[in-house]
């Protein structure tokens, strides 16, 4: 069978389905191949989604343990595993189900099967249980995501890896069972996150970590309030340490740890390996085309996601770092409205990050590690939370809000955030560093009261107090003599 059509997206993620969206909705004849039953990708279906569901399960688990603090008293929680499992499931049927409409409606064609490039022209799609299926098209983007990284190395038989007790994100994602004692290999987002849920339902769960500082790479005054959390909600967080070997039990894995403060050894019912994630570049058939993969295995692209094929355009994971799902969102807007003509560029300042944890941590543009590793001259200002009424309301005083910018234009340049909802309010500093905000700006905008919102706002007053009273200070009598 052979088919033919303006744009061939391949991968069905939130890159994918939303390139095959915006370019039908620019009047580009388009085709998307996802070897997926449901469209939706990692995102939908092994990540985002089904994490923060499960989130929501540990942060309700969490507030209930700890509303005595202010009188209110529950029993312990009744598990019901199968149940949330299946609610779990639900929410993303529902997210697919919607998907599959919007595509249906916007009259994308949908081919469920494993693309593989022929050659800069068509590419072939192979469908279980049916014919092959050949599409001829005259553009191209390719979505195909990534995967969890997989450490060989760490068994003696390497079948071990897929041992049921050895688990990734997704496994853990299906929630089979809560194991009472959980090793996570990796103190990134992803296994925190996960440490989170399973803490909350019954694991003791032990993080280790090789780096001195969970969330390695993110600023450490954001990340220490965190720490504390974790501290009092997991077994324990093995800094400094190296997983050397895993041996695989009948019902138990023993890791064989080195760390100068960790055990030689530890025995636990499952292990999840978080240790980040690698793009899916290869089996493409790309070798076919003139695409060209960098030595980390991301296929190469510009500021308008073409690669150094001008018919294949790359978008999401695959096409590098930060591996986000909102990324890939933007992206895919930039790859259609190019194909369409239109002068889209990915020229975005801010990517937002956010780690959904108890508290969360978000941050974006320029953070502190980053503006110290390329000798930029910043400025920052921090808000406690412990000073704000709505955070004392929420019985969740834990949290900052900071707010980097520029001494001599005082432009916003960075926001990073710890506290519960700081994934939602961290969409203020978004705005603020794409519109070129400066302090002003966010002090002289009205926040409600009482939000965690006005944290930002008090940040960029306490900034403002402080220029003052520097400013007064240098124009002092006093001062003019000193100098
Ligand atoms: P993907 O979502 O990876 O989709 C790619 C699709 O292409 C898949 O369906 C794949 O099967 C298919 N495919 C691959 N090869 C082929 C082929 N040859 N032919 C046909 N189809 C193919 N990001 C966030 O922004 N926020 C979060 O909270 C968040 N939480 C996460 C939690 C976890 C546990 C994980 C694992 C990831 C999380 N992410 C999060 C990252 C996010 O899932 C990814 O950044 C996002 O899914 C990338 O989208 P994508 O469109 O590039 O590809």
Redesign the pocket.
């Known amino acids: 069978m052979v088919e033919q059509v303006d744009l061939v997206v ?7 389905y939303t390139a095959a969206l915006r370019a039908a909705e620019l009047g580009i004849k388009t085709m998307l ?4 039953p449901k469209p ?9 989604i ?3 569901a499960l989130l929501h399960a540990a942060e309700v688990l969490n507030t209930a343990k700890e509303a005595h603090r202010f009188g209110i008293k529950f029993d312990s929680p009744d598990i019901d595993i199968e149940a949330l499992r299946s609610w779990k499931t639900d929410v993303l049927t529902k997210l697919a189900q919607g998907v599959s409409g919007l595509l249906k409606s916007a009259k994308v064609d949908h081919l469920v ?4 490039f022929n050659d800069s022209r068509s590419l072939t ?1 192979d469908r279980e249980g049916e014919s092959n299926v050949r599409v001829k098209f005259k553009h191209a983007i390719l ?4 995967r ?1 990284t997989r450490l060989p190395f760490l068994f003696k038989n390497e079948a071990d890896m897929d041992s049921p007790l050895i688990m990734d ?2 496994d853990a ?1 299906k929630l089979e069972e809560v194991p009472k004692k959980l090793l996570v290999i990796g103190g990134g ?2 296994g925190l ?2 440490s989170t849920v399973y803490a909350a339902l019954g694991s003791e769960v032990t993080v280790v970590e090789m780096m001195d500082n969970l969330l390695p790479g993110v600023d450490r005054d954001l990340v220490r309030p965190l720490a504390t959390k974790l501290e009092g909600q997991l077994k324990s967080i093995l800094l400094n340490t190296k997983v050397k070997s895993l041996e695989v039990k009948k019902n138990s894995v023993v890791a064989h740890l080195e760390g100068k403060d960790s055990p030689a050894k530890l025995e636990v019912d499952k292990v999840l390996i978080a240790v980040g ?1 690698v793009p ?1 570049s290869e ?2 058939g790309l070798e076919e085309t003139e695409v060209v993969i960098d030595e980390h295995g991301f296929v190469k692209i510009d500021d308008q996601q073409k690669t150094d094929d001008k018919r294949i355009y790359a ?4 096409s590098g770092q930060p ?6 969102i933007r992206q ?1 807007y930039v790859a259609a409205e190019v194909l369409a003509g239109r002068p889209s560029q990915f020229d975005n300042r801010a990517i937002p990050a ?1 780690v ?1 944890t108890e508290p969360e941590v978000a941050w974006c543009g320029l953070t502190d590690t980053e503006a110290k590793e390329k000798g930029i001259k910043t400025a920052s200002a921090k808000f406690p939370w412990s000073a704000s009424g709505r955070a004392m309301t929420l019985a969740e005083p834990v949290g900052q809000t900071k707010i980097i910018y520029d001494p001599a234009s005082q432009r916003v340049l960075g926001v990073g955030m710890v506290g519960p909802r700081a994934g939602d309010l961290i969409a203020e500093g978004v705005l603020a560093i794409e519109m070129g905000a400066v302090l002003e700006d966010l002090a002289e905008s009205i926040h409600a009261h009482p939000t965690l919102a006005e944290t930002i706002n008090e940040a960029a007053l306490t900034a403002l107090s402080r220029i003052e009273r520097q400013s007064q200070k240098s124009s002092s009598p006093s001062a003019a003599k000193t100098h």
């Open positions: 391949v991968g069905g993620g939130p890159g994918g191949v996802d070897d997926q939706g990708g990692v995102c939908l279906h092994m990540g985002c089904p994490s923060k099967g494993r693309a593989k799609v979505a195909t995501g990534s969890p994100s997704t994602l987002y992803i996150e996960m994630r899916n089996d493409l978008i999401g994971d695959v591996m986000l799902a909102h990324r890939a895919a956010v959904f």
